[in-house]
Nanobody, 124 residues
Framework: VQLVESGGGLVQPGGSLRLSCAAS????????MGWYCQAPGKQRELVAA????????KYSDSVKGRFTISKDNAKDTMYLQMNSLKPEDTAVYYC??????????????????WGQGTQVTVSS
């Protein structure tokens, strides 16, 4: 299993970024997936999650209405469109594949896979 994130960078407050997570080595279309972020000194936390077919999504309260998660099963790639970025969105963003999507949560489980992360910095 390989997950490779890209698209991070430095952006001004109010700007946008689109993160990508290119996947290989597993059946992408059968896997629920999620985006997590980890800021310095903080625990990794869920940003957004999506079901295997892409029909259901969930977001943390802090990004709801600003971020959009999507999944292209034809390209084996997951995306996170990030709009109206704030300095508090600054973190390393990781994608996760193979977790369990519940109605009220997404559980990465010990059997799921992680990418190496991409840095997002929101600053003027």
């Amino acid at each position: 299993v390989q997950l490779v994130e890209s698209g991070g960078g430095l952006v001004q407050p109010g700007g946008s970024l689109r993160l990508s997570c290119a996947a290989s080595g597993f059946t992408f279309s059968s896997s629920a997936m999620g985006w997590y972020c980890q800021a310095p000194g903080k625990q990794r936390e869920l940003v957004a999650a999506i079901t295997s077919g892409g029909g259901q999504t969930k977001y943390s309260d802090s990004v709801k209405g600003r971020f959009t998660i999507s999944k292209d099963n034809a390209k084996d790639t997951m995306y996170l469109q990030m709009n109206s970025l704030k300095p508090e969105d600054t973190a390393v963003y990781y994608c996760n594949a193979g977790g369990v999507y519940y109605r009220d949560s997404y559980d990465p489980t010990e059997f799921s896979s992680w990418g190496q992360g991409t840095q997002v910095t929101v600053s003027s």
